[in-house]
């Protein structure tokens, strides 16, 4: 077999398992919003979405999905890429491309469900959906270019997430604009780069916020993940109330779930990144910080991302969407405990936290006097993370699930 054959065979495998990996949370959330919100509501927002939006909107909601997804996948494949896989016999490019593949791969479950979602968006279009089925999948591969690491970053990503929203958006002319701006991406592109990077000398942080600097510099431009995934769950409420026409006494409740789950996703995708990218290494529990100093410090960072979202919710209730401040403070404490569990968590960090999330978010709905049952039951949240901070063994071994740069006990780096 040529290496460029069988290169291709070994990603495709890595891409076919990574989609496996995703496919039970994809359908644990299909089935949630199909039972829980009725089918009706899934089939209106699908028409909204894909039959009746804007093309400038589409595109965005589509390139932000598959950008979630692949942001999932890539540090998957990427992992390793720079060891004995250096050695065959294939370009660098090839390299690139076929690790491509890969993510584009591990993103078809997400790709089937909006697939279905743009045919039942379609039955009430005029148009044909043939359009945005093919954005989609451009959109995914898009998506896939974009978050390989690899050179020049910034115009990858620029050109990467541009070619996401033309793509997505079914219209053929920015179709082919997008189809253009892969291939000049795919031409100035190089090689997947190494983790060994030189290091720049960084100014001393102040005291005070010694640990959220920490966290800001292992999440990077990722940071701006958190708040996009919490502006998704608000766009949808805001369809949902100028599509429907409720009793005045319904808006909080359905403002208090918007305002929850807009929270459960922005803490989910910030706890995982961090349980990803900054795990917790033996030299930062050698330091003189207690358990719950450091569950406190997560905590708060974690919160501070997530309040992020609140001003899309004033408009539409204030009283409600201040109450929603009562489900943040016991969902950040929860974030902050589910990092420390990241070698055990099987679906990753975000997946627990959004499973858990959406059952409290619905508690949190049912009446107004929820915020104070849920302050109430913040310290115990509180203890019970400090419990796991107590107990992790940062030294056992575990299935690796986050990547390893900047990790002390990696031989390899990466």
């Known amino acids: ?150 050179s020049p970053r910034a115009a990858r990503l620029v050109l990467g997430f541009a070619a996401a929203a033309f793509a997505g958006s079914g219209q053929p002319v920015l179709m082919a604009i997008a189809a253009l701006l892969l291939l000049v991406l795919d031409r100035i592109s190089g090689g997947i780069e190494s983790a060994h990077r030189r290091l720049k000398r960084r100014k001393p942080a102040p005291p005070a916020l010694f640990w959220a600097v920490i966290d800001l510099r292992a999440l990077g431009p990722t940071v701006f993940l958190g708040p996009a995934a919490a502006a998704v769950p608000a766009v949808l409420l805001r369809f949902f109330l100028r599509n429907n026409d409720l009793p005045a006494s319904a808006v909080p409740a359905a403002v208090r779930f918007g305002i929850a789950m807009s929270f459960v996703a922005g803490l989910a995708v910030t706890a995982g990144l961090l349980a990803a990218r900054r795990p917790p290494w033996p030299w930062s529990r050698s330091l003189g910080r207690t358990s719950r100093r450091a569950i406190a410090a997560d905590a708060l960072f974690l919160a ?59 508690a949190f709905a049912l009446a107004t006097w929820t915020p104070v049952a849920f302050l109430a039951f913040s310290p115990a949240v509180f203890l019970d993370a400090v419990r796991r901070e107590r107990r992790l063994k940062v030294t056992r071994w575990t299935e690796i699930r986050h990547s390893a740069g900047g990790d002390s006990l990696s031989w390899s780096g990466r």
């Open 1 to 150: 077999m040529k290496p460029s054959a069988a290169f291709l065979r070994f990603h495709s495998r890595v891409g076919i398992r990574l989609a496996f990996r995703l496919l039970a949370p994809v359908l644990a959330g299909l089935f949630a919003f199909y039972y829980l919100l009725k089918p009706e509501f899934l089939l209106l927002l699908a028409g909204q979405v894909f039959g009746r939006s804007a093309p400038a909107a589409q595109g965005f909601i589509v390139a932000v999905a598959v950008l979630l997804a692949a942001r999932t996948a890539a540090p998957r494949v990427s992992f390793g890429l720079g060891g004995w896989l250096r050695h065959l016999p294939v370009s660098a490019k090839l390299e690139r491309r076929t690790a491509s593949l890969a993510v584009f791969i591990g993103q078809s479950p997400l790709v089937l469900t909006m697939a279905l979602l743009i045919l039942a968006g379609g039955m009430n279009a005029s148009g044909s959906p043939l359009f945005d089925l093919t954005g989609l999948v451009l959109a995914a591969y898009a998506a896939a270019m974009a978050l390989l690491p690899s």
């Open 304 to 362: 501070a991302i997530g309040i992020l979202a609140l001003p899309a919710f004033l408009p539409l209730h204030p009283e409600a969407a201040l109450s929603g401040l009562a489900f943040l403070i016991p969902a950040a404490v929860l974030a902050a405990g589910a990092v420390r569990t990241a070698g055990e968590a099987r679906f990753g960090v975000a997946w627990s936290i959004v499973l858990q999330g959406a059952v409290a978010a619905m």
